[in-house]
């Protein structure tokens, strides 16, 4: 959380920096957990939630 609209600004400027010194760790995360993402993450879990209540 910001306190001020100027950290907020901050904080958005500083995004290509962040993106460049994480570019590794998040390619060796996608390279690892990438055989498991089907794009229906989001549908599996809004399934589960409410499956009870469908029955």
Known sequence: MFDTEEELYDAVKS???HAREYASARARFAAYYSTYDRGNSAQNIVHEF??????
């Open 15 to 17: 995004l290509n920096a």
């Open 50 to 55: 409410f499956a009870h209540w469908v029955r």
